[in-house]
């Protein structure tokens, strides 16, 4: 048994002016709603960050990658170097 699917057919009816007229308004819809959801009020006071703004957002950024870089680091040094050293004095290994 073979089920008939309308809304397929309906779609392939449509010429491909009237299925890229269904497309462009509901891009333009879309692009209407932006800034009236609940996001919309921050969107709407965001602005470009001054030059000093930026310098410091990005050394306090960098400064934060390098210690938490620097603190894997040295669990990974305590894991591969200390762990055997402390093993071989308790007489574990």
Same mark, same amino acid.
């Given at each position: 048994?073979?089920? /008939?699917?309308?809304? &397929?057919?309906?779609?392939?009816?449509?010429?491909?002016?009237? #299925? +890229?007229? !269904?497309?462009?308004?509901?891009?333009?819809?879309? #692009? !209407? #709603?932006?800034?009236?959801? &609940?996001?919309? #009020?921050?969107?709407?006071? =965001?602005?470009?960050?001054?030059?000093?703004?930026?310098?410091?957002?990005? &050394? $306090?950024?960098? +400064?934060?990658?390098?210690?938490?870089?620097?603190?894997? /680091? =040295?669990? /990974?040094?305590? $894991?591969?170097?200390? +762990?055997?050293? $402390? =093993?071989?004095?308790?007489?574990?290994?």
């Amino acid at each position: 048994m073979k089920l /008939f699917n309308r809304e &397929k057919t309906a779609q392939s009816d449509k010429s491909i002016i009237e #299925r +890229a007229r !269904d497309l462009q308004n509901n891009l333009e819809a879309k #692009r !209407d #709603r932006i800034g009236k959801g &609940k996001y919309g #009020r921050v969107l709407k006071m =965001a602005r470009k960050p001054t030059n000093d703004e930026f310098n410091k957002t990005s &050394k $306090i950024t960098g +400064a934060g990658m390098l210690i938490i870089g620097g603190l894997g /680091f =040295a669990i /990974f040094y305590i $894991i591969t170097e200390g +762990a055997p050293w $402390i =093993a071989g004095l308790l007489g574990l290994s």
